[in-house]
T-cell receptor, first 112, second 115 residues
Framework: GESVGLHLPTLSVQEGDNSIINCAYS??????FIWYKQESGKGPQFIID?????DKRQGQRVTVLLNKTVKHLSLQIAATQPGDSAVYFC???????????FGAGTRLAVHP | EAGVAQSPRYKIIEKRQSVAFWCNPI?????LYWYQQILGQGPKLLIQ????????DSQLPKDRFSAERLKGVDSTLKIQPAKLEDSAVYLC???FGTGVQETQYFGPGTRLLVL
């Protein structure tokens, strides 16, 4: 099938390890951030979000960290599984009409 | 709950031809978005509707792209005439309300190849 992001930066991890995917955002006025997962041939799938009044939020096996000082966002995936292999995008909401600006994406490759 | 539906899933056309894509959002969702995703990049918003009104079309190439959402439910995006650089995945998304910080749910996309 068609690959999403043939020339994206790639993070390769072993199954069972923890993964950390980083993202720098551009607009200091952004107040809402979302991580999406996109598998080949599919649309982006919501993973987790965080509002600017928080610096950490946890979900099931995932944690998002927000550092507003340096405009940096990270997604941590615990005990990475083969099913986590995909392209991961961070997106910032710049307010107004709920407009999202997507980053370039990172490919996560999980090896057995 | 059914997700966002899009059709067709794939389309191949020659440059200067026209093409149309269809989207049916999640039932009850007021806001609908069309994105363009070029290979290797993140999605870029083309147009956003709240109910049947356009609230943002600042990045829509209006000389060749048009979109409508006549009854505030499903939507069509049209390209006429297509150019080679329009080859991309066209994603439709929807969100429940009309406020900010609403989660956007994406459909599977339509993959367009312009030859």
């Amino acid at each position: 099938g068609e690959s999403v992001g043939l020339h994206l930066p790639t993070l390769s991890v072993q199954e069972g390890d923890n993964s950390i995917i980083n993202c720098a955002y551009s607009n200091s006025a952004s107040d809402y951030f979302i991580w999406y997962k996109q598998e080949s041939g599919k649309g982006p799938q919501f993973i987790i979000d965080i509002r600017s009044n928080m610096d950490k939020r946890q979900g099931q096996r995932v944690t998002v960290l927000l550092n507003k000082t340096v405009k940096h966002l990270s997604l941590q995936i615990a005990a990475t599984q083969p099913g986590d292999s995909a392209v991961y995008f961070c997106a910032e909401n710049i307010g107004g009409y709920n407009k999202l600006i997507f980053g370039a994406g990172t490919r996560l490759a999980v090896h057995p | 709950e059914a997700g966002v539906a899009q059709s067709p899933r794939y389309k191949i056309i020659e440059k200067r031809q026209s093409v149309a894509f269809w989207c049916n959002p999640i039932s009850g969702h007021a806001t609908l978005y069309w994105y363009q995703q070029i290979l290797g990049q993140g999605p870029k918003l083309l147009i956003q509707f709240q109910n049947n009104g356009v609230v943002d079309d600042s990045q829509l190439p209006k000389d060749r792209f048009s979109a409508e959402r006549l009854k505030g439910v499903d939507s069509t995006l049209k390209i006429q005439p297509a150019k080679l650089e329009d080859s991309a995945v066209y994603l439709c998304a929807s969100s429940f309300g009309t406020g900010v910080q609403e989660t956007q749910y994406f459909g599977p996309g339509t993959r367009l190849l312009v030859l």
